[in-house]
C-alpha cells in the first residue's frame, strides 16, 4: 500500500512539473553527487530559470541513489533520461558541475548545444582547502632500519652448503699462481732471527699457520662474490 502510494505522489508531482515547466523556453540545471556514511552515492538535478514575470525560480528536479558506476556515460544517460521525461531536454541550455574529469566527459554525450559551467562554489572549496592544506596529512615515513643482515631459506641454505663444498674441492687444488703463499706470510723478521737452525719445524708451523689465515681470506672473498 505504501509503495502504491508513493508511486501515485510521484506521478502526480513529475505532471505538475511538466506543466509548470510547459512556457518556460529556456533552462539551466546545476547538478551534483553525494555519498552518505554507507558510501551510497545519490545524484541531484536542480533547474534556474525566470518566470514570465522575471522571477528567479529554482526546482529540484530529480533526487535519488545513484547505483551504477559513475561513468561519464552512465551520468549523461541518467540525466538525458530525466530531462526528456519532464520534457525539457531541448530547452536546457547550460549545466554547472564540478571539474571532476567524469564529469567534464559527460557533455560529449548529451546534446552539443549544452554548455558546461563549472560550479564557482566547487572551485572555492579547492582553493581554501588545497591552498594552504587545511587537510594536507603529514607523511609518514618509515622510521630508519639497520642494515638488513642476509637471510637465506632451507633451499638458499642447501645451496650455499653446496657451493661451500665446492670452495673446499678447489682450495684443495688452488695453485701458487693463484695465491702467492711465500710472498704474503706475515712472519715477523725479528722472531724468526731468534730461532736456532734446530727450530726449523717452528718457522714451518708460523708459515703454515699463515698459510691458512690467506687460503681463509680468500674463501670468505669467493663466497662474498656468488652470493
Not at 525560480?57 to 530525466?82: G, M, P, V
Not at 554547472?96 to 554548455?115: H, Q, R, T, W
Not at 687460503?215 to 672473498?221: D, E, G, L, Q, T
Amino acid at each position: 500500500m505504501l509503495k502504491k502510494n508513493l508511486k501515485r505522489l510521484k506521478n502526480l508531482h513529475t505532471n505538475k512539473l511538466i506543466l509548470e515547466l510547459k512556457d518556460v523556453e529556456t533552462i539551466n540545471i546545476t547538478t551534483d553527487f553525494w555519498s552518505n556514511r554507507s558510501n551510497q552515492s545519490f545524484m541531484v538535478l536542480t533547474d534556474h530559470y525566470y518566470s514570465n514575470d522575471l522571477d528567479l525560480k529554482s526546482t529540484i528536479l530529480h533526487y535519488s541513489s545513484f547505483s551504477q558506476s559513475h561513468t561519464a556515460r552512465n551520468i549523461a544517460n541518467a540525466i538525458k533520461s530525466k530531462l526528456q521525461e519532464l520534457r525539457i531536454y531541448h530547452k536546457i541550455h547550460c549545466i554547472v558541475c564540478d571539474g571532476a574529469p567524469n564529469m567534464l566527459k559527460i557533455f560529449s554525450y548529451l546534446d552539443p548545444e549544452i554548455k558546461r559551467i563549472w560550479c564557482i562554489a566547487h572551485r572555492l572549496h579547492l582553493i581554501i582547502c588545497n591552498g594552504p592544506d587545511l587537510w594536507d596529512k603529514a607523511k609518514s615515513f618509515p622510521p630508519p632500519t639497520a642494515p638488513s643482515t642476509l637471510t637465506t631459506t632451507n633451499s638458499s641454505q642447501q645451496q650455499l652448503d653446496t657451493e661451500a663444498s665446492d670452495d673446499d674441492d678447489e682450495i684443495e687444488g688452488i695453485a701458487d699462481s693463484d695465491i702467492d703463499m711465500n710472498s704474503s706470510v706475515d712472519v715477523d723478521s725479528q722472531q724468526v732471527s731468534n730461532f736456532n737452525d734446530d727450530d726449523d719445524q717452528n718457522v714451518k708451523m708460523l708459515t703454515k699457520i699463515n698459510k691458512k689465515k690467506k687460503v681463509n681470506h680468500w674463501v670468505m672473498k669467493h663466497r662474498t662474490l656468488k652470493i
